[in-house]
């Protein structure tokens, strides 16, 4: 017996409608995907820029001093905008690492580069002191 065909033999008679609906699908999908992909890193970059740009204090602790079983002198090297505002945060530990003091420093506006030594009151005698962070 004769075999009978369904589809005319592929590519005799151009493309078929199923492989231009593919075609478009692909060319959508990767349009949609360029556009995510460009957002997304804009939406990175943004965010990146506005940490980095209001970032206009920054610390570090020069050294510290255990002066007592309830005190510890740490000091501290701020550089900020000659306008800007700022606090640092100090903490104490002891040698557990539980945390036995902490201060909030506030720096006014005036001055770009501050050196100051703070005292910081514990609860326990403190082994380590660190600068938490300033902003």
């Known amino acids: 017996m004769a075999e ?3 589809n005319p033999p592929v590519g005799r008679y151009g ?3 199923t492989d231009r609906d593919e075609s478009r699908t692909d060319r959508r ?7 995510l992909g460009v957002a997304l890193l804009g939406v990175l970059g943004w965010i ?9 204090v920054s610390g570090e602790m020069i ?6 079983d309830r005190a510890v002198e740490a000091h501290l090297e701020v550089r900020k905008d000659r306008d ?3 606090t ?3 903490r104490t530990q002891e040698v557990s ?9 506030e720096f006014g506006a005036g001055e770009k580069r501050v050196d100051r030594v703070v005292t910081i009151r514990t609860t326990a005698r403190a082994t380590s002191a660190e600068l938490v962070g300033c902003e």
């Open 4 to 6: 009978v065909r369904h």
């Open 15 to 17: 493309r078929s409608g």
């Open 29 to 35: 999908l990767k349009a949609v995907g360029a556009v």
């Open 48 to 56: 990146g820029f506005s940490y980095v740009a209001g970032q206009n």
């Open 63 to 68: 050294k510290f001093k255990v002066v007592s």
């Open 84 to 86: 800007a505002v700022g």
């Open 88 to 90: 640092c945060t100090v």
């Open 97 to 105: 690492g539980a945390e036995v003091g902490r201060r909030q420093v």
